[in-house]
């Protein structure tokens, strides 16, 4: 790339580089926001993951009143799963402790993960039965869509 007498030709680039990053920041930025605005009554990613994952089966498959409607019915799961998410990182936490052992106790190990299975599915057994409660009180118009596979089916 030939530069002027003034250098202008690489500033212009490198400007244009500058705002091209601008951009691709925003927009990865906004989505983040976004994501973290629509499951914020869960308050922490676990349980966010939790909730998301159940309804993206949702997603472009319902309308955007009943996904409002199915989300607000999770709103007061999220003291109960606040406190599961306390749990399992308490467990994490004592798992990395059993695992960094010198001599590593792996019925301790096993046991530790057995009680990880455990809260993570006591607690997408929780989500599910109010996400199906919720959907089940939508008009029978309202779940029609739902017999056909969505496109987020098997993502």
Do not use: C, Y
């Not at 059993?98 to 019925?107: I, K, N």
């Not at 993960?113 to 919720?134: C, H, N, P």
Request: proline share 6%.
């Amino acid at each position: 790339m030939a530069v002027g007498k003034d250098g202008k030709r690489g500033r212009n680039w490198l400007v244009l580089a500058l705002v091209a990053s601008l951009a691709v920041n925003a927009f990865f930025g906004g989505a983040l926001v976004m994501e973290f605005l629509r499951f914020r009554h869960f308050g922490d990613e676990a349980g966010a993951r939790a909730a998301r994952m159940e309804l993206r089966w949702f997603k472009d498959r319902l309308s955007p009143q009943a996904l409002a409607q199915i989300e607000a019915s999770l709103a007061p799961l999220r003291p109960d799963i606040l406190a599961r998410v306390d749990r399992l990182k308490k467990l994490r936490a004592e798992l990395g402790v059993l695992v960094a052992a010198p001599q590593p106790d792996r019925a301790a190990i096993d046991a530790n993960l057995r009680e990880i299975r455990i809260e993570v599915g006591a607690m997408q057994e929780q989500i599910q039965s109010k996400t199906f409660d919720a959907v089940l009180a939508l008009p029978q118009a309202e779940r029609t869509p739902l017999a056909t596979p969505g496109p987020n089916v098997g993502k």
